[in-house]
C-alpha cells in the first residue's frame, strides 16, 4: 500500500511526479487533487484513504492544490476534487466530483 502526499509549493514537481509514474510501472495511479477548504473533498477523503487498504495494488497519490499550485496547472486541474488515473506514464482517464461509487469503478475498471 503506497500514498504519496505532495504538500510543499517548492517540491520539483513535474521530475518527481515523472519519477513516480515510472516506478510504478504498469501499476495504476489515482491522483487526488483537493483543497482543505473544499467541501465535497473533505467528504471524500475518508472513502480515498479507504482505498489504500482495499487496493494495495494501486498508487495513491494525494495533492493539495493550494500547496501546490504548480502541480495543479501543470495537471490542467479546474475544480476540486479532481481524480486523474495514470498507468505506464500514461494519464488514462479523469473526473472531477466527490463521486465515490464511481471512484472505486473507474480503479476497479482500470487496474
Known amino acids: 500500500m503506497t500514498c504519496f502526499c505532495f504538500f510543499h509549493p517548492q517540491q520539483r514537481f513535474p521530475t518527481e511526479f515523472q519519477a513516480e509514474l515510472t516506478n510504478a510501472g504498469g501499476k495504476l ?7 482543505t477548504w473544499c467541501g465535497p ?3 471524500i477523503k475518508p472513502f480515498f484513504h479507504s ?9 495513491f497519490i ?7 499550485q504548480d502541480v ?7 475544480c476540486m ?3 486523474q488515473f495514470y498507468k505506464n506514464n500514461q ?3 479523469e473526473f472531477s466530483g466527490a463521486n465515490k461509487e464511481k471512484l472505486e469503478e473507474t480503479i476497479k475498471n482500470l487496474k
Not at 29 to 35: K, M, W, Y
Not at 51 to 59: A, G, I, S
Open 81 to 83: 476534487p479532481t481524480f
Open 41 to 43: 473533498c473533505k467528504m
Open 62 to 68: 494525494e495533492i493539495d492544490v493550494d500547496d501546490a
Open 72 to 78: 495543479a496547472a501543470h495537471c490542467d486541474v479546474k
Open 51 to 59: 482505498l489504500l487498504e482495499k487496493y494495495p495494488d494501486v498508487v
Open 91 to 93: 494519464k488514462v482517464h
Open 29 to 35: 495511479i489515482v491522483v487526488d487533487f483537493s483543497a
